[in-house]
């Protein structure tokens, strides 16, 4: 069982930077970011593997980078330009298929953390 807690969300204006942070108990071979607005599905944004190789989903590509440190179980997700639409709930997720774009096919998930945009 892996746990994994996160740490850095909040309020920001329309247009400023978050930086949120995940915290593995253990590995796995990928690590992403998920996040749930208000009456939406859960949507994953970026991942990232164990070699390095990122993807994003088209609503956040060139704003938002995802990283992993060199332990493989600190995950990073450096947020800027940001924008109303990406008012959401935050998750941080670990597992093994990381092409899957389903939160039921990512083993492992932290508590969650709320980021929201004002103009």
């Known amino acids: 069982q892996v746990q994994l807690v996160e740490s850095g969300g909040g309020s920001v204006q329309d247009g400023g930077s978050l930086r949120l942070s995940c915290v593995a108990s253990?590995?796995?071979?990928?690590m992403a970011w998920f996040r749930q607005a208000p009456g939406k599905e859960r949507e994953k944004i970026a991942v990232?593997?164990?070699?390095?190789?990122?993807a994003y989903s088209t609503s956040v590509k060139g704003r938002f980078t995802i990283s992993l440190d060199n332990t493989k179980k600190g995950l990073t997700l450096q947020m800027n330009s940001l924008k109303r639409e990406d008012t959401a709930m935050y998750y941080c997720?670990?597992?093994?298929?990381?092409?899957?774009?389903?939160?039921?096919?990512?083993?492992?998930w932290g508590q969650g953390t709320q980021v929201t945009v004002s103009s």
């Open positions: 990232i593997d164990t070699d390095g190789r990122t």
């Open positions: 253990g590995r796995t071979d990928c």
């Open positions: 997720a670990a597992g093994f298929d990381c092409n899957s774009n389903s939160p039921a096919r990512w083993n492992y």
